[in-house]
């Protein structure tokens, strides 16, 4: 069974467009984070949830909205979608918020924006 | 100064040498070290927990010195299964969030 797994694993759309990237873990972790990494490789969180409350947001546009209707999932909106939004969009979850806790990542979300 | 810095490589040896990465951080407050290990178009995973008396799991030894704000990772014995980018991680602080470099990339060659 795979831990962490997100959906879809390619997103190709068009700027201006909609679109939602969902996440589900089932570690039991109170825990859940979105992660961006650009062209160079660079990983930045944007978001973190905590038994579903917001706890880290970034300065990321407002665009970018995330939702955890449970413990379990954690999904990511995005609207009117530019250019600059194409990246790879990882969802991680902890056991709980305390740092030393080892992240689990899932396989990514490869958005393509043209 | 980069929260992270990391000499990006790549790092190409033979298969059977002795690898060292290094990275420095910029906050002192950090309290949590890690490495994470990310093969191509993979998402990442934990290698090695950093601890401050440096440790060992197998063939990978960390060390951490944080007089200098420095973390080490030597790799033994290569294997072509350890090509990938390491990834060093230092938690960043009061900010309560992990600060990922932009990772070193090993190419063990056979």
Redesign the interface.
């Known amino acids: 069974d795979t831990a962490v797994s997100q959906t879809p694993k390619y997103l190709v759309t068009q700027m201006g467009n909609d679109k939602s990237i969902k996440c589900e873990q089932n570690l039991g972790h109170d825990t859940m984070y979105w ?1 961006k990494q650009d062209s ?6 944007m978001f ?1 949830y905590n038994n579903k409350e917001l ?2 947001n ?1 300065t990321v546009p407002n665009r970018f909205s995330p939702k955890s209707p449970d413990k379990a999932h954690l999904n990511l909106h995005i609207n009117s979608l530019e250019l600059g939004d194409s990246a790879v969009y ?1 969802c991680a979850s902890s056991q709980g ?1 305390v ?2 806790y ?2 689990y ?4 979300t490869r958005l393509t924006v043209t | 100064r980069k929260e992270v810095e990391q000499d990006p490589g790549p790092f190409n040896v033979p298969e059977g040498a002795t690898v060292a990465f290094n990275c420095t951080y910029s906050n002192s407050a950090s ?2 070290f ?1 490495w994470y290990r990310q093969d191509c178009r ?5 290698l090695m ?1 950093v601890y401050s008396s440096g440790n060992e799991d197998g063939r990978f030894t960390a060390q951490l010195n944080r007089a200098s704000q420095y973390i080490s990772l030597l790799i033994r014995d290569s294997k072509l299964s350890d090509s990938a ?1 390491y ?1 060093c991680v230092p ?1 960043g602080g009061a900010t ?3 600060i ?1 470099g ?2 070193t990339l090993l190419a063990v060659q056979p």
């Open positions: 992660y160079k490789k660079f990983l930045k969180i973190s706890i880290i970034e990882f918020a740092l030393s080892e992240q990542f899932g396989p990514g | 309290q949590s890690f993979k998402e990442p995973k934990l927990s980018t990834l938690d309560n969030k992990l990922f932009t990772g």
